[in-house]
């Protein structure tokens, strides 16, 4: 199991429409396919949340950048305002 998740957590029970085919040679692989599906959605979860981390982290740069940039020259729309 991943450092990222609890292995003492409450276990449920849910529902999930797979390949009949991918099952049965998955079963076949594993005595305990239940806790391999849980490991690969873990690491997906955990890629997941790295992914939207760094287009956060991209994010507020590139609002960093058009912040300084409109302190140092102003507003391009300045220019085109009529107000």
Do not use: C
Request: glycine share 4%.
């Amino acid at each position: 199991m991943k450092a990222g998740s609890n292995t003492q957590a409450r276990k449920r029970p849910v529902n999930l429409t797979s390949n009949a085919g991918l099952v049965a040679q998955a079963k076949a692989m594993t005595d305990n396919l239940s806790g391999v599906v849980e490991s690969l959605l873990s690491d997906h979860v955990i890629r997941a949340q790295k992914e939207r981390l760094a287009r956060s982290k991209a994010s507020e740069a590139s609002v960093a950048v058009w912040n300084e940039f409109n302190s140092e020259f102003g507003s391009i729309a300045d220019e085109y305002s009529s107000l």
